[in-house]
Every structure is written in C-alpha cells, then in structure tokens.
C-alpha cells in the first residue's frame, strides 16, 4: 500500500520546545517538499529536497530545520526560533508525469498548536 | 502582492450547477498549471494538469489556460455534494520546479 505517512496527526507544544514532524514514503520517489497552510494563504514551501542528504530552502525556512539521510524519510524540526508556529504542516513527494510535469502526492498532514 | 491570486470564497452552488473557479498569476514564466482538491483536514490531491496554454477536459473538469491573460479556470459541470471542498491552484516555469500555490477557493455544494 504504497503513499506517504505523517504523524502524529495533532501534536500540541510548550512555546520554547522544539519539536520534529515525520514523513515517510514508499513510493520511491527523489524529492520531498514541506509546506505550511494557514488560513486564506494556501501552501507555503518550507523545504525541499531533491536527493538523499541535499535539501534547500523554500520561501519561509526560518525557525525550521530538516535532514535527508533516508530516501524514504524527511523529518521537519520545528525550533523555538519559529514566531508563529501553529499550523497544519503537509509533506510532499513528487515523481515526472508525462509531459514533465511535477505532481506531488501529499500526506494527511500534522496539525501543530502552540499552547 | 501574491505571485498567484485565488478567491477564497466560499463559493456556496445547488447541486448540478456548473463550479467555476479561477486563479491570476503574475510570472510569466509558469508554464506548467495544476489543479488540486483538497478535502477538510485532509492533504491536497492532483485533480488535472496543463501545459502552457489550452484546455483539457477530463469527465465532469474542464481545465483552461489563458497566458496572455495569466488567468487559468477550472469548471467542474454536474457538481455533486462530494465536490465540496477547497481548490488550490499551482504551477511552476518549468517541469520539475517548485509549485506557487494560490491561497484555494472553498467550495460548498448543497443537495
């Protein structure tokens, strides 16, 4: 049964404790992606990977740390450094369509909240 | 202002209406355009692809491009109950390159 897990599906967190969001997938696929969805602003990357042990910023990293070591796996650390960061987190892999087209199959996500 | 535009809605229709939805872009440079469903508390899910410009159908959604414009809309005819949810947009400039999403647009379709 071939997808990608996230979990936990809710975790809740102290402000100044650092926590670590899984991923794991078995499609067999390169690149990984984490996004962040808040309200009205749609997906917002994170990170993203290419390859096992390479990753790259996305558009809002700060506060926010990964690691490649496993093709199947891209575990997101949320740190302390992160303002704002209640929110429902999305991990991603992507395989070429016909055409050369990225589509990106999603987990079920992980809702974090700050109390 | 946000590199992709998206009415957030809701956009509230009897069912067998006709949905339309519609996202603005401002790069130029995308060329690959994706429409994803996304269900409550649930990830995305790739409904329908294009290429540059031009429509594809695929059963109920049709999906349309209009580069010169930098407008795309998807229009899903006989809408059902089960269409009920948020629609996001992507796209990216080139195959293989990040997606810019736009902020979705929720859907609700009454019985």
């Known amino acids: 049964d071939g997808g990608i897990t996230q979990s936990p599906k809710y975790l809740f967190r102290k402000e100044g404790q650092n926590v670590t969001l899984s991923c794991e997938q078995n499609l067999n696929h390169d690149a990984m992606y984490w996004y962040r969805q808040d309200p009205g602003q749609g997906l917002r990357l994170i990170y993203y990977?290419?390859?096992?042990?390479?990753?790259q910023k996305g558009d809002i990293a700060e506060g926010y740390s990964v690691s490649r070591e496993k093709k199947e796996s891209f575990p997101l650390t949320v740190t302390s450094a992160q303002k704002n960061p209640t929110a429902f987190y999305l991990c991603?892999?992507?395989?070429?369509?016909?055409?050369?087209?990225?589509?990106?199959?999603f987990g079920p996500g992980t809702r974090l909240t700050v109390l | 202002q946000k590199e992709v535009e998206q009415d957030p809605g809701p956009l509230s229709v009897p069912e067998g209406a006709i949905v339309s939805l519609n996202c603005t872009y401002s790069?130029?440079?995308?060329?690959?355009f994706m429409w994803y469903r996304q269900y409550s508390r649930k990830g995305p899910e790739l409904l329908m692809y294009t290429y540059s410009s031009g429509n594809k159908e695929d059963g109920r959604f049709t999906a349309q491009v209009d580069k010169s414009s930098k407008y795309i809309s998807l229009f899903i005819r006989d809408s059902q109950p089960s269409d009920s949810a948020t629609y996001l947009c992507?796209?990216?400039?080139?195959?293989?390159?990040?997606?810019?999403f736009g902020g979705g647009t929720r859907v609700l379709v009454k019985p």
């Open positions: 992507a796209m990216s400039a080139a195959a293989g390159n990040k997606l810019t």
């Open positions: 991603a892999s992507s395989s070429r369509l016909a055409g050369g087209v990225n589509e990106q199959f």
């Open positions: 990977s290419q390859i096992v042990n390479d990753f």
């Open positions: 790069n130029s440079a995308f060329q690959y």
